[in-house]
């Protein structure tokens, strides 16, 4: 399967900041790519998917000025908190659609605290 | 309205054992159904998936049966190991844009 990281990989900021998180394909070219958070013991909620070079589709409920996604090229994508609150805290996973296929491969996730 | 549902949130088994993870769904429009097993602070990992047009799918120690009929899978993990003691999300997939529907979720721990 595909290789994805994410960077950082834990991030700690203050109310009223702005956040980045990078999901990068490691040996795969990624024309989509998905972007989760997962709250304490629950399940993955799909917050947008990314196609590269065009504007992402965001899920019902996911403001797109908040969480705003770049996917500039085949192997990144960003996902940018903006103005970030204490509930925006959360655990952030991205995956890369394997081609021709349902298959996700899955970043390791970035663990972000809002204080 | 939960379309994929895991309905043990929990799950504990010897080890040597069989592990059986079981998920219900409810969108017969569901073509693709996968699972993945997740350690705390970590990504998902793909573990096994299967079609629709298929009753059975085998690698390994892992084996998922569809039963479509009934609109159920189940994950039989088979000798179950301490190293297979996580979280396992079954996920669906319909149409064209690939994305996936997540169940809950099912811990599963192995005891020695």
């Known amino acids: 399967g595909a290789v994805v990281s994410q960077h950082p990989s834990r991030v700690i900021c203050k109310s009223g900041t702005s956040v980045k998180i990078e999901c990068r394909s490691l040996?795969?070219?990624?024309?989509?790519m998905f972007w989760y958070r997962q709250f304490p013991k629950q399940s993955l909620m799909l917050m947008a998917t990314?196609?590269?070079?065009?504007?992402?589709?965001?899920e019902q409920g996911v403001e797109k000025d908040k969480f705003l996604i770049n996917h500039a090229s085949l192997t990144l994508s960003t996902l940018t908190v903006t103005s970030a609150h204490p509930e925006d805290s959360s655990f952030y996973i991205c995956?890369?659609?394997?081609?021709?296929?349902?298959?996700?491969?899955f970043g390791p996730g970035t663990r972000l605290t809002v204080t | 309205d939960q379309q994929v549902k895991q309905n043990s949130p929990s799950l504990s088994v010897q080890e040597g054992r069989i592990s059986i993870l079981n998920c219900d769904y409810t969108?017969?429009?569901?073509?693709?159904f996968l699972w993945y097993k997740k350690y705390p602070a970590e990504g998902p990992t793909f573990l096994i998936s299967?079609?629709?047009i298929k009753d059975k799918n085998e690698d390994g120690r892992f084996t998922v049966f569809l039963n479509k009929s009934a609109k159920h899978l189940s994950l039989h993990i088979v000798p179950s190991q301490p190293g297979d003691s996580a979280v396992y999300f079954c996920?669906?997939?319909?149409?064209?844009?690939?994305?996936?529907?997540w169940g809950a979720g099912t811990k599963l721990i192995i005891k020695p």
């Open positions: 990314s196609n590269e070079g065009s504007k992402a589709t965001y």
């Open positions: 299967i079609s629709s």
């Open positions: 996920a669906a997939s319909a149409g064209s844009n690939y994305q996936l529907i």
């Open positions: 040996d795969f070219q990624a024309t989509t």
């Open positions: 995956s890369v659609l394997a081609g021709g296929s349902y298959e996700q491969y």
């Open positions: 969108n017969s429009m569901f073509d693709y």
